[in-house]
């Protein structure tokens, strides 16, 4: 039996090729790039779910379950780059407290 696994590839990015540093030999994907990707990819997810809910309030859309879904996606987004700033605060602050 195959385990489960969640399609998150809206928010966040499948390291290849596209996401290495040009010096980088192929196969490696620095830290930066990724870590852009993922903030890029929750704002325009944001940016897209604002468009929708605008454009559902101004009667130019009546798909409401599309923008509740959009929405819910860039909240999740927003989630997401959230903890990952979180665990990189506590991975700073246990460096900070390691001693030389």
């Not at 990707?37 to 379950?65: K, N, W």
């Not at 819910?72 to 665990?87: D, F, H, P, Q, T």
């Amino acid at each position: 039996m195959e385990p489960v696994r969640a399609n998150i590839s809206p928010v966040l990015p499948v390291a290849d090729a596209r996401l290495a540093s040009p010096g980088a030999p192929a196969g490696d994907v620095d830290f930066e790039s990724v870590l852009r990707g993922v903030v890029d990819r929750a704002s325009a997810t944001d940016q897209a779910a604002t468009e929708r809910v605008e454009a559902l309030a101004a009667g130019a859309s009546d798909d409401i379950h599309g923008t509740m879904l959009a929405v819910k996606e860039a909240e999740i987004g927003v989630r997401l780059v959230g903890s990952i700033r979180n665990k990189l605060l506590d991975a700073f602050h246990e460096i900070w407290r390691t001693g030389v």
